[in-house]
């Protein structure tokens, strides 16, 4: 069936609007403006290379992004044919973002969800085949504690149906204010990372990638876990 469009003078409106809403924050993703793509802060492409090459090896028909920012990997999952495509913020700006893509772009399958990150919600939510979370669990952890994450992350597997994708802030991060308050993960941050996902239930945690962390002290990893 047809999908129906908007009024042509009110996508015009809808189209300033976005226009105005995107230079009244810092974009940490890129995002898809009315004269192609305006770059964010972080570059999202060889993130999203292993993110397709996991959901392709394991068959994956849905996905949800925790933490999703602007949308890129939400909207980059749908256009590349994932069935349902669901990402949650709790930030009303970034929510903005990602639901303006959605309805200027007119891309199916692909929504957005405004919630803080919480056991309570990975309880309430569906399984998903595919889940992403990426550079968000730190924040939560130098705020609510390890034992906190810990309870995130047990919830999460029992919600993870084929693969999680994870990346998270390290505590010798030093040049961040946050790293002091983060747990120490001594000299193998990476090591220590791996081990609290096979502890909150993930059978096997695989480094499949890093990345520069802020100001390239030291090195971001990305890992694939299986529930
Ligand atoms: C550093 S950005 C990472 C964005 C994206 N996951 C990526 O790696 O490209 C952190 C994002 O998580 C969101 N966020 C942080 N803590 C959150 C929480 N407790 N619940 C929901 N969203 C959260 C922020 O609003 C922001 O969009």
Aim: hydrophobic share 35%; proline share 4%; aromatic share 8%.
């Amino acid at each position: 069936m047809k999908r129906k469009p908007i009024k042509p003078v009110l996508r015009t409106a809808f189209q300033t609007i976005q226009k105005l809403h995107l230079k009244s924050y810092e974009l940490y993703q890129p995002v898809i403006g009315t004269n192609g793509m305006i770059a964010g802060t972080r570059d999202c492409e060889d993130r999203w290379k292993s993110i397709q090459e996991v959901m392709r090896a394991h068959d994956c028909n849905s996905v949800v992004d925790l933490g999703c920012s602007e949308g890129y990997y939400v909207l980059q999952s749908a256009k590349s044919g994932i069935g349902v495509c669901m990402g949650v913020d709790f930030d009303l700006r970034r929510i903005m973002t990602c639901q303006s893509q959605v309805v200027l772009n007119d891309i199916p399958r692909a929504s957005f969800l405004i919630s803080e990150v919480t056991p309570d919600l990975l309880d309430a939510i569906p399984k998903f085949d595919a889940v992403i979370f990426l550079s968000v669990l730190h924040h939560i952890m130098y705020q609510k504690g390890v034992d906190h994450c810990r309870e995130i992350m047990t919830r999460l597997c029992r919600k993870t149906g084929k693969a999680l994708i994870f990346e998270m802030g390290q505590s010798d991060e030093h040049k961040e204010s946050w790293a002091k308050d983060m747990p120490d993960m001594g000299s193998d941050p990476h090591t220590w990372i791996a081990d609290f996902l096979k502890e909150a239930g993930y059978s096997t945690v695989e480094k499949i990638g890093e990345t520069d962390a802020y100001l390239r002290e030291t090195r971001r990893a990305l890992f694939k876990a299986l529930p």
